[in-house]
């Protein structure tokens, strides 16, 4: 199953390699060895553009190839990367001309080594290409993802028994992270980009949901100063205020993206109608969510409900506005494409993106929705079942 | 007060500065922008030789300058690093012969964009000396590592209620973690190193410690496939497995490391006797954290006390050892200095070091002991003060 899958992808890469010119592509981060395959080691893989790639494996030490489904010839145990070129030097293969590295995310540190060693090759950066690879998932992916939904819907539809009276906004975020953790959520929260960190997710009350984060995320909230994003008040919730409950999905490597609003009692009306807003936008996103249509198309779009319907000052934020109202997901939260301006790439079916409009009104909080789609024909096939509405923890 | 610590530590940072003959140094990831200003922006800062720093901030959008203590004229809204040399420029600032960035952080990406733009300049790597600089701790770190610690204390103190007859390990890692989280863990597991992820710490029991792992962290345990680490088992726990506790105590920003040992019923005798010589190790070590004890002799001291009694094939796991004894811990969990081979490095009053002798013991699990000192004149000063042995959860 290993192998299908590997092969599947691969080709994916090769195709990325073809079009950009480039004989081999090194692969070290944790995220594309896990999509190549289905497990972490740590070390390279080197894929030429025909014929078998290699793995250079630094750790585990006993790691066993033949879980990994590859043949023994396909993996040598290393101490440095200066044993891959040895290694193509003594088998014979021929040193690729262009390179490819994975330039986003391999430290400055690193490849000025891979520059040393390869110094007849022109390196180049992989990393936009990869991501582009891995934005169409194959059907085993797909499953992956509906899965994680199904259980990260499983969990949320418990979230409405967890609520006590006076609990914290850091109260409710915790027995939400202990029920997800109970449900089968891994925990680890991954994100492409060094200056993207987060614990499991965001729970935001009231006017914590307008407070400017450093992070690329839709909402912020001051969380800690250490990692400001989330949850960070100690005082109780209060009647009138909206509750936003946004956890990463991650029930089994490949993540989902879900997010639903709450409140304690009723909110005030605006609330609602912006609720509603949000609700309309996703559903022309849904709708567009069909092969061919252009990603920035679906962000202008959507931006035009929102300013038809007097809710631009909301849409994304209120004191720092996010400029996308989707995202790519799978092995980390922020995958491509994204429904954003300037994102001319049409969409493909087999892409995944959590489309969340959300809107923020100061002195009542977010309210809005975050659901996963998959990409078809048809417009987006939605994840989870459960309810858009905002849910009133106290009825 | 922000101030005052910021002063402190770009003293100590300038010094690096000097001894390595740079002028500037830009700062961008996160670690490092909290080091130095008790806050995360995404942007850059700016570090001359003399005079004032400067923030360039590109989000949150509207960052306040006064909660940082700087002033206005330190603080810049920035949407491209380009903006960096031109605001050098426009204020008459000199550009740097010899730039410092965080070269083993810094993608290849972002770094080759700065090439461009100091053209003039040569850039070097920064990041050895900055986590150099970091691994003496002010006073006020100090005291912040010392209240995680406290914390730590307060939570594994409460470990052997947590227990239910059973539980799988997994259970046990997910009560312990949420007993983690109400008592004031923020959650994030902070890593240095591309390579380096976690959730929130392990529990390991029985041959589960044996399982090597991809990373560099003491010990391993088989995790899921997408993160290769920790707690894995969702079968009963059994009588006469030993289960090692080792969860990071990021209570503050400052992080702590704490590893305790629980055994289910008796154990067998070797367990026993393995442990008391990592409690050994551990009395060796306390010892030896004085300043200008050199790491690699604590690192070798500890392996002689393994090898003389025996217990070497067990020291730092069995099926694949860390090479380590001990490690520097502070705004991530791998601090500098390390107590390992070749680190030639002297201890300096104010280090902060998670000493960890442990031992695994294949149909056992592992055994040993984990504590967080300060290095002083008298030796290490244990910041917890919770029994370093082993605790029978069926007693």
Redesign the interface.
């Known amino acids: 199953m290993i192998q299908i899958e590997r092969q599947l992808r691969l080709q994916k890469i090769r195709e990325q390699m073809q079009k950009n010119q480039v004989d081999a592509c090194i692969i070290s ?2 995220v594309n060895t ?1 999509y190549l395959h ?5 070390g390279y893989t080197y894929i030429p553009l025909e014929g078998e790639l290699q793995c250079f494996v ?6 066993d190839f033949k879980t990994l489904e590859l043949s023994e010839s396909q993996c040598r145990f290393i101490r440095k990367p200066e044993q891959i070129i040895e290694t193509l030097q003594e088998t014979g293969l021929s040193i690729p001309e262009n390179l490819w ?1 994975e ?7 690193q ?2 080594r891979f520059e040393k060693m390869f110094a007849q090759s022109h390196l180049k ?1 992989a ?1 936009h290409a990869l991501r582009q690879a891995r934005s169409v998932k194959t059907d085993f992916e797909l499953d992956q993802i509906r899965r994680s939904a199904k259980m990260h819907e499983a969990v949320y539809s418990k979230i409405p028994s967890i609520y006590r009276p006076n609990m914290s906004e850091q109260e409710f975020c ?1 027995e939400i ?2 029920q997800m ?2 449900g089968g959520c ?3 929260f ?1 994100c492409y980009g ?2 993207m ?4 997710g965001s729970v935001l009350a009231g006017d914590n949901a307008a407070v ?5 995320f839709a909402l ?1 909230g001051a969380g ?5 994003i989330g949850a960070s008040w100690h005082e109780a919730m209060r009647e009138g205020q909206s509750i936003l409950v946004d956890m990463c999905g ?1 029930f ?2 490949y993540l989902d993206d879900l997010s639903r609003c709450f409140s304690l009692g009723k909110l005030p009306d605006i609330a609602y109608r912006a609720h509603q807003v949000a609700l309309d936008i996703q559903a022309f996103v849904q709708e567009n969510l069909r092969p061919g249509v252009i990603c920035e198309d679906i962000y202008n779009g959507a931006l035009k409900i929102a300013q038809e319907s007097g809710m631009a000052p909301y849409f994304m934020g209120c ?2 506005q996010a400029k996308f109202v989707g995202h790519g997901v799978g ?1 980390v939260i922020n995958e491509l494409p994204v429904l954003a301006p300037r994102m001319k790439e049409p969409l493909q079916a087999g892409m995944v993106l959590a489309v969340e409009p959300k809107m923020v009104i100061e002195g009542i909080g977010a309210v809005g929705v975050e659901n996963t789609f998959i990409v078809t024909e048809n417009g987006g096939e939605k994840l989870v079942n459960l309810s858009d509405e905002i849910i009133d923890l106290l009825a």
Do not use: V
């Open positions: 981060t944790p896990y289905q497990s972490i080691f740590q630094r750790r585990p030490s006993d790691l590295l330039g986003e995310e391999m430290p400055q540190s490849w000025a950066n990393s915790i992270e202990y953790r109970k891994l925990g680890l991954r060094i200056d960190e987060a614990f499991m400017s984060s450093p992070y690329d912020g800690h100063p250490s990692n400001p991650n089994c490597g004191r720092q092995l």
